[in-house]
């Protein structure tokens, strides 16, 4: 008897309750993969080369409309993309993500400020107050900029680097196999893609 047709079903019933039952903040790629005797075989984590992405799940950054950033910074933004060659869209999307625009974050490891400044930084970006939301920007678009330039205008790895430091991605040669990076990548990538069409 052949169970294929079964196998199929059920397979899609593990995909619909897999991805409906997903949270919202997690990832639920499928992978499929056709055995020697033709049974489909569906997970979202792949044991071998042999499995090739089914469905590819949006994750909760990309569904949900991103909030336009707030107009109060724009002259401190307008000046920091001339002065270091750096998309306002882009400056925009690596504070939404690192502050949510609050001048006063502050983070449990010490980073600082709308661009998460930290403090061992501040010397070299010529900053004397990471709340300052003029020195913050002016700062943290200087240290993209270096990155941007480090890695050949590869933009992932200069965001990947802005999270988890330039020895993680030198160490690796691509963005690191750390969640948070890689989900702070995904984050920032489509804020700057929203706010490019904005």
Not at 17 to 23: A, D, H, I
Not at 162 to 167: D, L, S, V
Request: aromatic share 12%; charged share 25%; net charge positive.
């Amino acid at each position: 008897m052949d169970h294929r047709p079964f196998a199929l079903r059920m397979g899609l019933m593990a995909i619909i309750w897999f991805v409906l039952g997903c949270p919202a903040g997690g990832l639920a790629d499928i992978y499929k993969f056709i055995d020697a005797d033709g049974v489909v075989h569906f997970t979202n984590a792949p044991s071998s080369e042999g499995y090739v992405l089914y469905l590819r799940e949006k994750p909760w950054w990309i569904k949900k409309k991103i909030r336009p950033a707030p107009k109060i910074y724009d002259p401190i933004i307008q000046k920091a993309a001339t002065t270091y060659g750096v998309d306002q869209a882009l400056i925009k999307a690596v504070i939404r993500v690192e502050s949510d625009f609050n001048p006063n974050a502050l983070s449990k490891k010490g980073a600082r400020g709308l661009m998460q400044i930290m403090p061992e930084n501040d010397r070299s970006l010529d900053i004397a107050n990471a709340f300052d939301p003029s020195q913050n920007i002016m700062g943290g678009t200087r240290y993209l900029s270096r990155l941007l330039t480090r890695y050949d205008r590869k933009l992932a790895l200069a965001l990947a680097a802005y999270n988890a430091g330039p020895t993680a991605v030198d160490l690796y040669g691509r963005i690191p196999p750390y969640e948070e990076t890689q989900n702070y990548v995904k984050k920032v990538m489509a804020c700057y893609e929203q706010y490019k069409r904005s």
